[in-house]
């Protein structure tokens, strides 16, 4: 029986080692002597680890300690110097009185494993590097489209919280989204995509586009998606200024052909009037030219604001003298219209920081917006512009009245909108809505005041300082201010 068990011991397809407490090695089968060598009289550190001391981590030393089996991974090294690593178990062998007399110690080589281990620990940490760094959104999602992991720009962009609900993240609801392309996944395991606009943890608006794939566990169950989401916000602002183009291009199409038909009106009246000498009718056929390059100009110069975009430059403007160059433009187009301008400056003003081609352009264009009003405005005898400008230590508020045709609410409502008159073919819609623009990128506001019939008042406050410098740098419309 005894033979028996020594054929086991040698036969088995692991190292083993039976030592006494002093670590000294005092049987092992053959497999260990063909890698280790001769290890009589010597310690299992000298002949595993070649090192002169026990190590610090012994499984030995505990099953000596509390009689129980252990267990632990170590890296040892054959007699030819070649590494191996091991998992180590140990038993404790008892002798007659029941006292631990010594220890089996059983190593099994696992190097292989070691190896692809660390091969698979190396994908994984490219994967990992690729998924993280990717340029574009990444969330996996479960069945109740909770967010289970994030890259690094997902995690940047929304803020996104483990465990959170997807539409939560992305659009700061409380219900889900319909249709929901990651449900569809789920549900036949199709890729899809699917155009969304969500929101930032800044409260920034992008439009994106989504695709979903699934992802499935090793019996071909979809257990996740991942939802892979790319930022297309530039692509479609271009897209959207294109589309907005061919619709101005369209939009004033008639009112420049209208204006080229007033123009020749006036230079017929001119010619007839200076072959006939009559003095009436060639200051009427000059007014009428006048007036029609004047609104040529001014629509020309709204869709070259419009379609051409340019980063400010900031200065200090003295306040008078910026707005005393707009009054004397404008000062002979309302006397031309017979239209009563005039303006007030406070005393101490004082100057303050803008984009002086852009400033000039928001004042022109809402003086010839009142001008405009003016002159549409058939049931009055005499028609006024008011400009008053006064400021205090933080803002400037420049306001201008007219006793134009007025605006109805909707019409207030939609003022700022772009390509929006409410002058019909004698308009483009691009004045209030340049204005506007310009008064945001300055980090100011304007209010209009006004009813129907009995004129408009528009209060536009600036800061004196601009807004900072990286907000502010932004699209700021225009290429050169009317000159």
């Avoid at 943890?201 to 794939?213: G, I, K, W």
């Avoid at 930022?231 to 080229?260: N, W, Y």
């Avoid at 300082?465 to 225009?478: F, H, Q, S, T």
């Amino acid at each position: 029986m005894k033979d028996s068990y020594q054929n086991y011991f040698e036969s088995m397809p692991c190292f083993l080692t039976v030592q006494d407490r002093e670590y000294r090695i005092i049987n092992a089968n053959k497999r260990f002597e063909q890698e280790f060598g001769d290890y009589e009289g010597r310690c299992c550190y000298q002949v595993y680890k070649h090192r002169p001391e026990k190590c610090e981590d012994c499984p030995v030393e505990r099953t000596f300690r509390d009689g129980h089996p252990h267990k632990s991974e170590e890296w040892v090294r054959t007699k030819d110097g070649k590494a191996i690593a091991v998992v180590v178990y140990t038993t404790p062998i008892y002798n007659g009185g029941g006292e631990i007399d010594a220890v089996m110690e059983m190593s099994t080589d696992i190097t292989e494993q070691k190896l692809l281990q660390g091969q698979l620990r190396e994908s994984q940490e490219k994967y990992k590097l690729l998924f993280e760094e990717v340029p574009c959104y990444i969330s996996i999602q479960d069945r109740d489209l909770r967010i289970v992991e994030a890259n690094r720009l997902h995690r940047e962009a929304f803020g996104t919280s483990y465990g959170d609900k997807c539409y939560k993240v992305y659009k700061h609801r409380d219900k889900a989204c319909f249709p929901c392309i990651v449900k569809e996944t789920f549900e036949d395991g199709e890729i899809r995509m699917h155009e969304e606009v969500v929101t930032s943890r800044h409260n920034e608006q992008m439009n994106v586009l989504v695709c979903t794939a699934p992802i499935r566990n090793a019996e071909g169950e979809i257990e996740k998606v991942v939802e892979m989401t790319a930022d297309i916000t530039q692509i479609r602002s271009l897209q959207d200024k294109l589309s907005a183009v061919g619709l101005l291009i369209g939009s004033i199409s008639h009112s420049i052909k209208g204006l080229l038909s007033g123009l020749d009106g006036g230079i017929y009246l001119v010619n007839s009037g200076l072959k006939k000498n009559d003095r009436e009718r060639i200051d009427q056929g000059w007014e009428m030219a006048l007036r029609n390059l004047d609104r040529i100009r001014s629509m020309v110069m709204d869709i070259l604001y419009y379609a051409k975009e340019r980063q400010p430059e900031w200065e200090i403007i003295s306040v008078r003298t910026l707005i005393e160059d707009v009054c004397t433009l404008m000062t002979e187009k309302a006397r031309r219209l017979n239209i009563d301008f005039s303006y007030e400056i406070s005393d101490g003003v004082g100057k303050f920081e803008a984009d002086r081609l852009s400033a000039r352009s928001l004042f022109v264009n809402l003086l010839e917006n009142a001008i405009d009003a003016c002159r549409v405005e058939k049931t009055r005898d005499s028609h006024f512009v008011r400009f008053e400008v006064n400021g205090n230590n933080a803002d400037i508020h420049f306001k201008i009245s007219d006793n134009g045709i007025g605006m109805s609410q909707e019409t207030r409502e939609k003022a700022f909108s772009l390509f929006f008159s409410s002058k019909g073919a004698g308009g483009t819609g691009l004045g209030l809505f340049i204005a506007n623009k310009i008064a945001q990128t300055h980090g100011g506001m304007i209010n209009i005041e006004s009813e129907p019939g009995q004129g408009s008042t528009f209060i536009v406050k600036l800061p004196r300082e601009c807004p900072v410098k990286e907000e502010a740098a932004g699209d700021l419309p225009g290429n050169s201010p009317i000159e």
